[in-house]
C-alpha cells in the first residue's frame, strides 16, 4: 500500500478514537445540569489539543534544520522504530482497554471538581496524545523518502482524507449504530496497523544496517517477528472474530477482504480497474406453450458493476481479485439441509443485491516464461470469460448464444499452471468440476457451474488445456482451448447417479484486429457422457432442484458465433455478427431432440465511444428456432458502458 494511504488510515484510525471520546462525552452528559459549561469545556479543550498536535508537527517538520547531519542520520534510523512500537503500544491498549473509555466519562461527569473542569481536561489529554502519535507516526512515514518536500506533500494529502474519513465515519455512527460497527471497524484497523507498523520497523532497522550499528541480516524476520508479537496481543479478538465472520453478509466479508489486501508492503504497486453497465432492452417473447404470438416487452438493468483489483509485488507476482455487483437486486443462495425429510434444497434471501467475489487469486512467478496460480481464476473456454471487460468489446455482450451452452464468466477455485514462450502463452488447469444436477435443457451444461452455493463441491475434478497466441481479450490473438471433467461427484444426492458424467468441451477463440477491421469468433463443440443417466436422475429431484420440464439434455452440443466489425471514423464503429448454438446436435436413444433448442442468431450493432470513461453500444437482432411454427422474435439492446482505472505505489 502506498504511503499516502498509510498515512490517510493512519489518522483516521487516531482522529477517530478523538472524535469517538467527544462523541461519548456529549451523548452522556448532555442532560447533566452543567451541560453549558461542559459544551464549552468541549470546544476549548478540542481546540488546545489540535493546537497542541499542530504545534509538535511544525517541530516533526523542522527537526531536519534543528538538528545536525550526524543526529538527523540517527533519527532517520530510531523514529521509525519508536513510531513502530508506539503503534503496537497503541493497538494493544486499545484492544484491552476500550471499554476504560466509558468509566473515565463517568467518573468526569461524578468529579468533585466541576464537570466541565473535568471533562475539559480528559478530552485535552485525550486529544494531546492522539496527536503525539499521530505526529509520531507521521515522522517515522516521511522518513522512508528522500525527498522532504515530496514527503510533505504526500502525508498532508494523508491527514486531509484521514481527517475527512474520520468525520464521516462519526457521522455515520451518529445516523444508527448498523451503518458502524464499532468491534469490526476497530479490529480490522488493528490488524492493518500492525503490518504499517512492521513496515516502519523494516525501514528502522535497515537504516540501522546502513550506519552498521546491526549486522546486515534478513529484515524480514524481524518484520514478521513484530507481526506474531501484535497478533499473539490479539489472540482474543482475532478468535471472537473468526466466530463471527461466518454470519456476516457478503458486502462486509467484501469489505473486509479489500481492507486486509490494501495492508501490504508499501513499495508494491495496486492497480485498479473498475466498470458498470446499465441496459435497456426491448425484446420479443410468448405467453405460453400454447401461444405463439410474440409480444414485445421492456427491461431496465443494472447489468453490473465490477471491481478488478491487481496488487503487484517484487519479482513479478501478483494477487488479483474482482467483486461483481449484479443486477442491482436481490440475490438468492441455495443450501443443501440432508437432514431435511429426504434432503431439500433450501433458498435463501440476502437482503442488498448479489455481491460476489467472482475471482481471486495469488501468481507466483517462477522465472521471465513460467508460473503457478492458485485460487479462483477464469477458465477461458469461451469468448464471455475471456472478455469479461465490457469496455474490450463492441457489442453489449460477446456472444448472445454462449449462456444457452456453457456457464459464462465461468471462473473455478483450482491451481494452473503458465508457461509463455514469445507471444504463446500455454495455460494447464486443475480445478473442481461442475455439478451435473443442475444441468438443463435451456443452457446444457450451464447450470452446473455451483455459483450459487455458499460451498464449492470438489469431489469431481476438471482439467484445462488452453493455447493462446497473442491476447484475445484485446483484439490481437487466437486460442485452443479443452475440458475435460467429471461432474457426477459433485452431486448432493449421489445415490440418484451411478454412472459417470464426464464433460469435454473443445473450443476455438480468435479476436484480431486488421487496420479497421476486427474479426471475432468462436467453436466450441461438447460431449455430455451418459447424458440419458443424468437425465434420469435430474428427473426424481425434488425441492428447488427440480427441473421440471427442462429435465431433457443432449449428448452432443456446438456453438458457432462470428462478428466483423469496422471502425468508421476513431470513435465510431458499426458491427454484424451471427450465431447459432445446437444443444440437442446427438442424443441418446431413449432423449428426444428438441428443436426448440437450435437457434441462429443475427444481429447489426452500433458503439459509440463518449470518452476514454464511458461508451454507448446498439444492437438490434433477430433470433429464429427450429421448431415448426415458432416465429422468429427481434431483439434490441442499448448499453451505456462506464469504466475507469488507476495505480497507486
Known amino acids: 500500500m502506498s504511503v499516502f494511504l498509510n498515512s490517510s488510515l493512519v489518522v483516521w484510525r487516531e482522529s477517530f478514537e478523538a472524535m469517538l471520546v467527544v462523541y461519548l462525552v456529549w451523548i452522556k452528559l448532555k442532560n447533566h445540569a452543567q451541560f453549558e459549561m461542559i459544551k464549552k469545556s468541549i470546544f476549548g479543550s478540542v481546540t488546545l489539543g489540535i493546537l497542541v498536535s499542530i504545534g509538535l508537527g511544525t517541530v516533526a517538520m523542522s527537526s531536519h534544520d534543528i538538528f545536525d547531519s550526524q543526529t538527523w542520520i540517527y533519527m532517520q534510523a530510531f523514529l521509525p522504530i519508536v513510531a513502530a512500537s508506539l503503534m503496537m503500544h497503541m493497538i494493544v491498549w ?321 491451481v494452473q499452471i503458465e508457461y509463455k514462450w514469445q507471444d504463446l502463452k500455454t495455460r494447464l488447469s486443475l480445478v473442481n468440476g461442475l455439478n451435473s444436477e443442475f444441468f438443463r435443457t435451456y443452457n446444457w451444461i450451464g447450470g452446473g457451474y455451483q455459483r450459487h452455493f455458499e460451498e464449492i463441491n470438489a469431489a469431481g475434478k476438471a482439467i484445462l488445456v488452453n493455447l493462446e497466441y497473442g491476447n484475445v481479450e484485446y483484439a490481437q490473438g487466437f486460442a485452443i482451448s479443452y475440458y475435460q471433467g467429471d461432474s457426477s461427484s459433485n452431486r448432493y444426492k449421489l445415490d440418484k447417479l451411478s454412472q459417470s458424467a464426464e464433460v469435454k468441451l473443445y473450443s476455438a477463440l480468435g479476436n484480431y484486429r486488421f487496420g479497421d477491421f476486427i474479426v471475432m469468433g468462436q467453436y466450441v463443440r461438447g460431449f455430455l457422457e451418459n447424458a440419458d443417466a443424468v437425465v434420469d436422475a435430474n428427473t426424481n429431484l425434488g425441492g428447488l432442484a427440480k427441473p421440471k420440464a427442462f429435465a431433457a439434455l443432449g449428448s452432443e452440443a456446438v456453438l458457432r458465433m462470428a462478428q466483423l466489425s469496422y471502425d468508421i471514423v476513431e470513435p465510431l464503429a458499426i458491427y454484424a455478427k451471427y450465431e447459432y448454438v445446437n444443444t440437442f446436435l446427438v442424443v441418446a436413444d431413449t432423449i428426444t431432440a428438441l428443436p426448440r433448442y437450435e437457434v441462429e442468431y443475427k444481429a447489426l450493432g452500433i458503439r459509440w465511444i463518449i470518452d476514454e470513461n464511458s461508451q454507448l453500444k446498439f444492437e438490434s437482432g433477430v433470433e429464429k428456432t427450429k421448431l415448426d411454427g415458432l416465429p422468429e422474435t427481434k431483439f434490441y439492446a442499448l448499453s451505456f458502458v462506464l469504466g475507469f482505472s488507476g495505480t497507486q505505489q
Not at 120 to 133: A, C, D, N, Y
Not at 136 to 144: E, P, Q, T
Not at 163 to 176: D, E
Not at 332 to 356: A, D, M, N, Q
Open 94 to 414: 486499545m484492544s484491552q482497554h476500550a471499554v476504560e473509555i466509558k468509566t473515565k466519562i463517568d467518573d468526569a461527569s461524578k468529579s468533585k471538581f466541576s464537570a466541565a473542569v473535568a471533562v475539559f481536561f480528559l478530552l485535552l489529554i485525550t486529544f494531546s496524545r492522539e496527536g503525539f502519535e499521530t505526529v509520531v507516526f507521521l515522522s517515522g512515514m516521511a522518513m522512508a523518502f528522500e525527498a522532504r518536500s515530496k514527503a510533505m506533500t504526500v502525508l498532508c494529502g494523508g491527514l486531509v482524507l484521514g481527517v475527512f474519513l474520520s468525520f464521516l465515519t462519526v457521522g455515520l455512527m451518529v445516523l444508527g449504530k448498523k451503518f458502524v460497527n464499532l468491534t469490526l471497524f476497530f479490529f480490522v484497523t488493528n490488524l492493518v496497523l500492525l503490518y504499517i507498523a512492521a513496515d516502519m520497523l523494516v525501514v528502522g532497522v535497515s537504516q540501522l544496517i546502513d550506519i552498521s550499528i546491526v549486522p546486515v541480516f534478513d529484515v524480514n524476520y524481524a518484520k514478521w517477528f513484530f507481526i506474531a508479537i501484535g497478533l499473539f496481543f490479539l489472540r482474543k479478538q482475532i478468535g471472537f472474530f473468526i466466530s463471527k465472520i461466518k454470519n456476516r453478509g457478503s458486502v462486509q466479508k467484501v469489505a473486509i477482504v479489500f481492507i486486509l489486501l490494501s495492508s501490504f508492503d508499501s513499495k508494491a504497486e495496486f492497480n485498479l480497474l473498475g466498470y458498470g453497465v446499465i441496459d435497456y432492452r426491448k425484446f420479443q417473447t410468448f405467453k405460453s406453450t400454447n401461444n405463439y404470438e410474440p409480444y414485445y416487452r421492456e427491461q431496465f438493468d443494472l447489468s453490473e458493476f465490477a471491481l478488478e483489483g491487481e496488487y503487484l509485488f517484487d519479482q513479478g507476482n501478483s494477487l488479483e481479485f474482482e467483486i461483481e455487483i449484479e443486477h442491482g437486486g436481490v440475490g438468492t443462495s441455495y443450501e443443501f439441509e440432508p437432514l431435511e425429510e429426504f434432503g431439500e434444497f433450501e433458498s435463501e434471501t440476502e437482503k442488498g443485491g448479489e455481491v460476489i467475489l467472482s475471482e481471486l487469486n495469488y501468481f507466483k512467478r517462477f522465472n521471465k516464461t513460467a508460473g503457478i496460480r492458485i485460487g479462483k481464476f477464469p477458465l477461458r473456454v469461451g469468448l464471455g470469460s475471456v472478455i469479461s471487460n465490457p469496455n474490450n468489446n463492441l457489442s453489449p455482450v460477446p456472444s448472445r448464444l454462449e449462456m444457452n451452452m456453457i456457464p459464462v464468466g465461468w471462473n473455478e477455485v483450482g
